[in-house]
Protein backbone atom coordinates (compact mmCIF):
# COMPACT_ATOMS: atom_id res chain seq x y z
CA UNK A 1 0.00 0.00 0.00
CA UNK A 2 2.60 2.71 -1.02
CA UNK A 3 1.72 5.63 -3.07
CA UNK A 4 -1.45 5.63 -5.05
CA UNK A 5 -3.77 7.63 -6.50
CA UNK A 6 -5.91 8.42 -3.56
CA UNK A 7 -2.80 7.99 -1.37
CA UNK A 8 0.90 9.86 -0.91
CA UNK A 9 3.27 9.48 1.48
CA UNK A 10 5.55 12.19 2.44
CA UNK A 11 8.77 11.49 4.30
CA UNK A 12 10.43 14.54 5.76
CA UNK A 13 13.30 15.18 7.40
CA UNK A 14 12.57 15.67 11.33
CA UNK A 15 8.98 16.36 13.44
CA UNK A 16 9.61 20.13 12.96
CA UNK A 17 9.90 20.00 8.91
CA UNK A 18 6.99 17.08 9.00
CA UNK A 19 4.35 19.55 10.72
CA UNK A 20 5.46 22.37 8.36
CA UNK A 21 4.56 20.34 5.68
CA UNK A 22 1.43 19.18 6.94
CA UNK A 23 0.37 22.99 7.73
CA UNK A 24 1.52 24.16 4.48
CA UNK A 25 -1.51 21.10 2.95
CA UNK A 26 -3.67 21.79 5.60
CA UNK A 27 -3.56 26.51 4.40
CA UNK A 28 -3.44 24.73 0.59
CA UNK A 29 -6.70 22.99 0.94
CA UNK A 30 -8.69 25.42 3.18
CA UNK A 31 -7.93 28.06 0.82
CA UNK A 32 -9.40 25.61 -1.83
CA UNK A 33 -12.24 24.31 -0.14
CA UNK A 34 -13.79 28.26 0.70
CA UNK A 35 -13.73 29.12 -2.12
CA UNK A 36 -16.96 27.47 -2.99
CA UNK A 37 -17.81 26.85 0.93
CA UNK A 38 -18.93 28.78 4.02
CA UNK A 39 -17.22 26.87 6.45
CA UNK A 40 -13.97 24.62 6.33
CA UNK A 41 -14.78 21.02 9.29
CA UNK A 42 -11.81 19.95 10.55
CA UNK A 43 -11.58 16.67 13.29
CA UNK A 44 -8.41 16.95 15.52
CA UNK A 45 -5.84 14.19 16.88
CA UNK A 46 -5.29 14.18 19.86
CA UNK A 47 -1.55 12.63 21.54
CA UNK A 48 1.84 14.23 21.06
CA UNK A 49 2.54 14.44 17.81
CA UNK A 50 0.18 17.23 16.45
CA UNK A 51 1.03 19.71 19.29
CA UNK A 52 3.83 21.04 17.16
CA UNK A 53 1.30 21.43 13.83
CA UNK A 54 -1.26 23.31 16.40
CA UNK A 55 1.65 25.34 17.66
CA UNK A 56 2.96 26.53 14.19
CA UNK A 57 -0.42 27.28 12.75
CA UNK A 58 -0.99 29.74 15.96
CA UNK A 59 2.50 30.72 16.46
CA UNK A 60 4.09 32.09 12.94
CA UNK A 61 2.11 34.62 11.29
CA UNK A 62 2.84 34.01 7.87
CA UNK A 63 0.78 30.79 8.28
CA UNK A 64 -1.91 31.93 11.18
CA UNK A 65 -2.98 35.01 8.86
CA UNK A 66 -3.88 32.98 5.93
CA UNK A 67 -6.33 31.28 8.16
CA UNK A 68 -9.95 32.67 8.03
CA UNK A 69 -10.36 30.98 11.50
CA UNK A 70 -14.10 32.41 11.78
CA UNK A 71 -14.78 30.01 8.62
CA UNK A 72 -13.05 26.50 10.16
CA UNK A 73 -14.97 24.49 12.83
CA UNK A 74 -13.14 22.32 14.88
CA UNK A 75 -14.30 18.78 16.00
CA UNK A 76 -12.20 15.95 16.92
CA UNK A 77 -11.97 12.25 16.38
CA UNK A 78 -10.81 11.20 19.62
CA UNK A 79 -11.09 12.36 23.10
CA UNK A 80 -9.77 10.57 26.52
CA UNK A 81 -12.19 9.95 29.63
CA UNK A 82 -11.09 13.27 31.18
CA UNK A 83 -11.99 16.63 31.78
CA UNK A 84 -11.66 19.42 29.80
CA UNK A 85 -9.33 20.47 32.08
CA UNK A 86 -7.09 17.59 32.62
CA UNK A 87 -3.74 17.15 31.17
CA UNK A 88 -4.60 14.51 28.94
CA UNK A 89 -7.28 16.08 27.25
CA UNK A 90 -7.12 15.92 23.68
CA UNK A 91 -9.37 19.69 23.78
CA UNK A 92 -7.13 21.00 26.38
CA UNK A 93 -4.06 20.01 24.04
CA UNK A 94 -5.39 22.01 21.06
CA UNK A 95 -6.50 24.46 23.23
CA UNK A 96 -3.53 25.58 24.54
CA UNK A 97 -1.69 24.92 21.27
CA UNK A 98 -4.00 26.59 19.05
CA UNK A 99 -7.18 27.20 20.24
CA UNK A 100 -7.10 29.71 22.55
CA UNK A 101 -4.15 32.01 20.10
CA UNK A 102 -6.67 32.62 17.39
CA UNK A 103 -9.89 34.38 16.72
CA UNK A 104 -12.55 31.53 16.39
CA UNK A 105 -16.09 32.12 18.03
CA UNK A 106 -16.46 29.35 20.54
CA UNK A 107 -19.00 28.54 18.67
CA UNK A 108 -16.83 26.60 16.33
CA UNK A 109 -15.33 24.35 18.43
CA UNK A 110 -17.21 21.13 19.21
CA UNK A 111 -15.66 19.24 21.85
CA UNK A 112 -16.20 15.88 23.36
CA UNK A 113 -17.69 16.28 26.90
CA UNK A 114 -15.55 13.73 27.49
CA UNK A 115 -16.50 14.26 31.53
CA UNK A 116 -20.01 13.45 31.60
CA UNK A 117 -21.79 11.04 34.00
CA UNK A 118 -22.56 8.67 31.51
CA UNK A 119 -19.96 7.91 28.48
CA UNK A 120 -22.63 6.15 26.09
CA UNK A 121 -24.66 9.40 26.51
CA UNK A 122 -21.70 11.46 26.19
CA UNK A 123 -20.66 9.93 23.03
CA UNK A 124 -24.15 9.85 21.95
CA UNK A 125 -24.69 13.28 22.60
CA UNK A 126 -21.71 14.55 20.35
CA UNK A 127 -23.34 12.32 17.50
CA UNK A 128 -26.36 14.82 17.92
CA UNK A 129 -24.19 17.82 17.86
CA UNK A 130 -22.32 16.43 14.22
CA UNK A 131 -25.52 15.36 12.68
CA UNK A 132 -27.50 19.07 14.11
CA UNK A 133 -23.78 20.80 12.35
CA UNK A 134 -24.21 19.00 9.05
CA UNK A 135 -27.65 18.92 8.79
CA UNK A 136 -27.52 15.30 8.36
CA UNK A 137 -30.29 12.74 9.35
CA UNK A 138 -30.80 8.82 10.96
CA UNK A 139 -28.55 7.05 8.46
CA UNK A 140 -26.32 9.12 6.84
CA UNK A 141 -22.97 10.32 7.49
CA UNK A 142 -21.05 13.91 7.68
CA UNK A 143 -17.84 14.40 5.36
CA UNK A 144 -15.53 16.39 7.21
CA UNK A 145 -13.07 18.40 5.00
CA UNK A 146 -10.05 17.33 6.77
CA UNK A 147 -9.54 14.24 9.62
CA UNK A 148 -6.20 14.40 11.31
CA UNK A 149 -5.01 11.28 12.50
CA UNK A 150 -1.55 9.62 14.34
CA UNK A 151 -0.69 5.99 15.02
CA UNK A 152 0.29 4.31 17.93
CA UNK A 153 2.98 1.79 17.45
CA UNK A 154 -0.06 -1.12 18.66
CA UNK A 155 -1.31 0.28 15.26
CA UNK A 156 -4.21 2.52 16.47
CA UNK A 157 -5.61 5.39 15.37
CA UNK A 158 -8.06 7.58 16.61
CA UNK A 159 -8.87 5.46 19.57
CA UNK A 160 -10.09 2.98 17.72
CA UNK A 161 -7.65 -0.01 19.34
CA UNK A 162 -6.95 -3.38 18.80
CA UNK A 163 -9.44 -6.00 19.63
CA UNK A 164 -11.95 -3.35 20.42
CA UNK A 165 -15.80 -3.36 19.95
CA UNK A 166 -15.81 0.12 17.95
CA UNK A 167 -13.63 -1.85 15.04
CA UNK A 168 -16.52 -3.61 14.00
CA UNK A 169 -19.29 -0.08 14.30
CA UNK A 170 -21.11 0.46 11.38
CA UNK A 171 -23.79 2.59 12.57
CA UNK A 172 -23.16 5.02 15.10
CA UNK A 173 -20.84 7.91 14.16
CA UNK A 174 -19.50 8.17 17.91
CA UNK A 175 -18.79 5.82 20.64
CA UNK A 176 -17.16 5.45 24.15
CA UNK A 177 -15.55 2.63 23.03
CA UNK A 178 -13.94 0.33 26.38
CA UNK A 179 -10.09 -0.27 26.25
CA UNK A 180 -9.07 -2.96 28.39
CA UNK A 181 -5.36 -1.61 28.99
CA UNK A 182 -6.95 1.41 30.09
CA UNK A 183 -9.30 0.36 31.98
CA UNK A 184 -11.20 3.07 30.94
CA UNK A 185 -13.42 4.14 28.19
CA UNK A 186 -12.07 6.58 25.11
CA UNK A 187 -14.18 8.34 22.87
CA UNK A 188 -13.83 8.07 19.27
CA UNK A 189 -15.59 8.89 15.99
CA UNK A 190 -16.64 5.70 13.87
CA UNK A 191 -14.72 3.74 10.56
CA UNK A 192 -18.28 5.21 8.81
CA UNK A 193 -17.21 8.70 9.65
CA UNK A 194 -13.33 8.37 8.73
CA UNK A 195 -13.97 7.00 5.76
CA UNK A 196 -16.40 9.16 4.59
CA UNK A 197 -13.67 12.10 4.66
CA UNK A 198 -12.78 14.40 2.16
CA UNK A 199 -9.07 14.21 2.78
CA UNK A 200 -7.00 12.40 5.53
CA UNK A 201 -3.63 13.52 7.31
CA UNK A 202 -2.14 10.78 9.08
CA UNK A 203 1.35 12.38 10.78
CA UNK A 204 3.54 9.81 12.36
CA UNK A 205 6.96 10.27 13.89
CA UNK A 206 9.37 8.48 15.73
CA UNK A 207 11.12 5.17 15.51
CA UNK A 208 8.94 3.45 18.00
CA UNK A 209 6.37 3.11 14.88
CA UNK A 210 8.39 2.52 12.44
CA UNK A 211 8.37 -1.48 12.34
CA UNK A 212 4.20 -0.99 12.54
CA UNK A 213 4.34 1.87 9.84
CA UNK A 214 5.95 -0.52 7.56
CA UNK A 215 3.61 -3.90 7.73
CA UNK A 216 0.84 -0.79 7.74
CA UNK A 217 2.49 0.64 4.29
CA UNK A 218 4.41 -2.24 2.71
CA UNK A 219 2.21 -5.23 4.06
CA UNK A 220 -0.43 -7.41 2.24
CA UNK A 221 -3.18 -4.96 1.45
CA UNK A 222 -5.58 -7.46 2.01
CA UNK A 223 -4.91 -8.20 5.17
CA UNK A 224 -6.04 -5.73 7.86
CA UNK A 225 -3.49 -7.03 11.20
CA UNK A 226 -4.18 -2.98 12.73
CA UNK A 227 -6.99 -0.90 13.22
CA UNK A 228 -5.21 2.29 10.84
CA UNK A 229 -5.19 -0.03 8.00
CA UNK A 230 -8.94 0.29 8.27
CA UNK A 231 -8.55 3.69 7.60
CA UNK A 232 -9.56 3.35 3.88
CA UNK A 233 -11.44 6.67 2.37
CA UNK A 234 -14.07 5.83 -0.24
CA UNK A 235 -13.49 9.32 -2.29
CA UNK A 236 -11.30 10.72 -0.08
CA UNK A 237 -7.56 11.42 -0.21
CA UNK A 238 -4.89 9.84 1.86
CA UNK A 239 -1.79 11.28 2.87
CA UNK A 240 0.91 10.12 5.51
CA UNK A 241 3.64 13.15 6.67
CA UNK A 242 6.37 10.91 8.31
CA UNK A 243 9.67 11.60 9.90
CA UNK A 244 12.87 9.90 9.08
CA UNK A 245 12.73 8.05 12.22
CA UNK A 246 9.29 6.48 11.48
CA UNK A 247 9.89 6.02 8.12
CA UNK A 248 13.32 4.42 8.91
CA UNK A 249 12.41 0.90 7.82
CA UNK A 250 10.39 1.75 4.41
CA UNK A 251 11.92 0.56 1.03
CA UNK A 252 13.74 3.39 -0.55
CA UNK A 253 11.20 5.18 -2.69
CA UNK A 254 11.58 3.85 -6.79
C1 LIG B 1 -4.90 9.97 21.38
C2 LIG B 1 -4.82 9.97 19.90
C3 LIG B 1 -4.10 8.74 19.41
C4 LIG B 1 -2.75 9.22 18.95
C5 LIG B 1 -1.75 8.08 18.90
C6 LIG B 1 -0.36 8.58 18.63
O1 LIG B 1 -5.89 10.40 21.93
O2 LIG B 1 -3.91 9.58 21.99
O3 LIG B 1 -5.77 10.46 19.19
O4 LIG B 1 -4.72 8.03 18.43
O5 LIG B 1 -2.86 9.82 17.68
O6 LIG B 1 -1.78 7.45 20.16
O7 LIG B 1 0.01 9.34 19.75
P1 LIG B 1 1.37 10.19 19.78
O8 LIG B 1 1.24 11.26 18.77
O9 LIG B 1 1.44 10.73 21.17
O10 LIG B 1 2.48 9.24 19.46
Known amino acids: M????????RILADPGAMSRAAA???IGRISECLQTRDVYTMALSGGSTPRRLYSLLTNEAA???QIPWERIHFFWGDERRVPAGHPDSNYLMAYNA???????????IHRIHAEDADADEAAADYEIEIRRFFGIEAGQIPQFNCVLLGMGADGHTASLFPATSALVETKRLVVANWVKKFQSH?????LPVFNNAAQILFLVSGEDKADTL???????????????????PAHG??????DHSAASRLKPAD
Do not use: H, Y
Open 63 to 65: LRE
Open 2 to 9: MNSENQKI
Open 186 to 190: RFTLT
Open 24 to 26: ETI
Open 214 to 232: KAVLEGDSKTTRFPVQLIQ
Open 98 to 108: MLSKVPIPSTN
Open 237 to 242: EVTWFL
